[in-house]
């Protein structure tokens, strides 16, 4: 059975989890509805099990386990196991009150990437804002926030960015369109601050930062925005996100991820290297 990584998270252990349990219903020619009826729920709700989507309950898993004929104790105790860390809160649960649902997918699976690869056009990337930069951009926000909640989205928002610089997270490569250099957000002073945080930030060995530029016209990345993660464990799939004004699409078909992944890599290629990146960063924080 699939192993998980030490800090791995909640949210890859649900994901794990869950297509543990279809392989071995498919494998015994189980249906959902089948499986549904063994544990006294609905078909929908095998199916969200079976993509991470939603918590779990130990007995629900033993149950669904005897049905698929788990009958090792070893094998058992480890899918069992992998409930009760699945079901643990991660630290973002505290700020449930201003974090949409959505979005607490993202973090915890942000939380348990090995690598994260990104586009960004409008605004500078969450995990590479300034705390000033990060606050008007909540400011700007519709319907408007209370300070106190911009208060606990900045710190939020922080609190992510740890992930770079506790010695354990992920690798970050941000492409950055220059429309979001040049967007004067928060005035002047909080740009200038924002491009010498980008400068600073990209002299982290975890961290790779690219300018695609106003003069190379038309490019791959002209759909928008978009993320994609990658985890440790061998069985998890990248995931691709695409965030929206009141959602968020998470896709993980592999013909979806390979689209986006050519797309990435084209930008890379066609964006300026991380040296002239700082260069630009350099003149334009001279310009204002």
Request: aromatic fraction near 8%.
């Amino acid at each position: 059975m699939t192993t998980v990584q030490p800090g791995g998270g909640s949210m890859v252990r649900r994901i794990l989890l869950g297509s543990q349990l279809r392989r071995l219903r498919e494998s015994r020619n189980i249906t959902r509805e089948d499986a549904g009826y063994a544990i006294r729920a609905s078909e929908s709700k095998i199916s969200r099990m079976e993509l991470g989507r939603v918590s779990f309950k130990e007995r629900d898993v033993a149950d669904l386990l005897s049905l698929y004929g788990v009958d090792d104790g070893d094998e058992r105790e480890s899918l069992l196991g992998l409930v009760r860390e699945a079901n643990k809160s991660g630290w973002w649960h505290s700020f449930s009150d201003v974090l949409p649902g959505w979005f607490q997918t993202y973090v915890g699976l942000e939380e348990a990437a090995s690598l994260i690869r990104t586009y960004e056009v409008q605004f500078i990337p969450g995990l590479l804002q300034s705390e000033d930069y990060a606050r008007a951009v909540f400011g700007q926000s519709r319907p408007v926030l209370s300070e106190e909640e911009i208060d606990r989205l900045v710190g939020l928002r922080l609190r992510r960015q740890k992930l770079l610089t506790d010695g354990q997270g992920p690798r970050l490569w941000a492409v950055i369109d220059e429309a979001a250099l040049r967007r004067p957000v928060g005035g002047p002073k909080v740009m200038r601050g924002q491009l010498q945080y980008l400068i600073d930030v990209a002299q982290q060995p975890n961290v790779v930062i690219q300018v695609m530029p106003f003069r190379f016209g038309a490019h791959a990345g002209e759909s928008g925005a978009f993320s994609i993660l990658r985890f440790p464990e061998q069985d998890l799939a990248d995931v691709v996100y695409l965030e929206q004004l009141t959602s968020a699409l998470y896709l993980d078909k592999r013909d979806d991820v390979d689209a986006y992944v050519q797309v990435m890599e084209r930008l890379c290629v066609d964006s300026l290297t991380p040296e002239r990146t700082i260069e630009l960063l350099g003149s334009i924080l001279a310009e204002s």
